[in-house]
T-cell receptor, first 112, second 115 residues
């Protein structure tokens, strides 16, 4: 099945730095979601985006729904050690029985 | 508010045995999903359910059986476990309407090892 493109697979940053991730698709979506997964836990929803061009923040996290509806971006500002984890994007067209298409995730490491 | 729980959290079984993974949610969400997560493949949908007694296949349904007699429970059964089914299994749920109905919420996962 289709998967979203997230790259690189891993990112290494210094504590206090900002980091940006993007997610691209060959198809358009009506909703973009960003999840974070800590080791040994399930994915946790961070931000949901519903409209092309929408910019939404959740604390130090900011995400944008791309205007083409084929991409989305997540920015983490002033990173801290607890930001370590895997960040997944997911998209869907919505509708009855709609399912999410996921990216493979980016593993973020933060050096203190 | 417990949200969505899975049991067991860890399971080791042998090839050929039947295994059932449990999922329970307290939100009364209509939709429930089962995913498996493997290195290199990300999250892949096994089965999903739109309501009690309504289930449908996802991307990788072979070797799995689901049922949903009650809205809050969605068990996943491996009828005859194989080593290729060693994985981490996640259950998720979502609403059927409202602005946020596409948002899926995940359980903590079950790590299954088939020897």
């Amino acid at each position: 099945g289709q998967q979203l493109n997230q790259s690189p697979q891993s990112m290494f940053i210094q504590e206090g730095e900002d980091v940006s991730m993007n997610c691209t698709s060959s198809s358009i979506f009506n909703t973009w979601l960003w999840y974070k997964q800590d080791p040994g836990e399930g994915p946790v929803l961070l931000i949901a985006l519903y409209k092309a061009g929408e910019l939404t923040s959740n604390g130090r996290l900011t995400a944008q729904f791309g205007i083409t509806r084929k991409d989305s971006f997540l920015n983490i500002s002033a990173s801290i050690p607890s930001d370590v984890g895997i960040y997944f994007c997911a998209g869907t067209l919505g509708g009855a029985n709609s399912k999410l298409t996921f990216g493979k995730g980016i593993t973020l490491s933060v050096r203190p | 508010d417990a949200g969505i729980t899975q049991s067991p959290r860890y399971k080791i079984t042998e090839t050929g045995r039947q295994v059932t993974l449990m999922c329970h949610q307290t939100w009364s969400h209509s939709y429930m999903f089962w995913y498996r997560q493997d290195l290199g493949h990300g999250l892949r949908l096994i089965y999903y359910s739109a309501a009690a007694d309504i289930t449908d296949k996802g991307e990788v349904p072979d070797g799995y059986v689901v049922s949903r007699s009650k809205t809050e429970n969605f068990p996943l059964t491996l009828e005859s476990a194989t080593r290729s089914q060693t994985s981490v299994y996640f259950c998720a749920s979502r609403e059927s309407g409202g602005r946020s109905y596409n948002e899926q919420f995940f359980g903590p996962g079950t790590r299954l090892t088939v020897l």
